[in-house]
Nanobody, 115 residues
Framework: QVQLVESGGGLVQAGGSLRLSCVAS????????MGWYRQAPGKERELVAT???????NYADSVKGRFTISRVNAKNTVYLQMNGLKPEDTAVYYC?????????WGQGTQVTVSS
């Protein structure tokens, strides 16, 4: 049974920072690719950043240079450091893990950026 538990969301002013955490339990290990996605009201869920088991990262153009994804394998935890937040970053952020042939999602954490 895989479980992904996110934390760290909240309300922040534009230009501020937040760090999201996602703790994975069950059959997710350091070899599995993980990532962060977000969904704003009325919009589809979109990729924010991913990190492979080998540590390679990928970012959406809209967050490059502002967000950093990282993982601590010993803690089975993935982080998303978000700096320079903008109102358009407001969304529910979801942690994701890939363990073929399944995809797993956390329950989401709300990030709200005020202008």
């Amino acid at each position: 049974q895989v479980q992904l538990v996110e934390s760290g969301g909240g309300l922040v002013q534009a230009g501020g920072s937040l760090r999201l955490s996602c703790v994975a339990s069950g059959s997710i290990s350091s070899r599995n690719d993980m990532g962060w996605y977000r969904q704003a009201p009325g919009k589809e869920r979109e990729l924010v950043a991913t990190i492979t088991g080998g540590g390679s990262t990928n970012y959406a153009d809209s967050v490059k240079g502002r967000f950093t994804i990282s993982r601590v394998n010993a803690k089975n935890t993935v982080y998303l450091q978000m700096n320079g937040l903008k109102p358009e970053d407001t969304a529910v952020y979801y942690c994701n893990a890939e363990r073929w042939p399944s995809t797993y999602w956390g329950q989401g954490t709300q990030v709200t950026v005020s202008s």
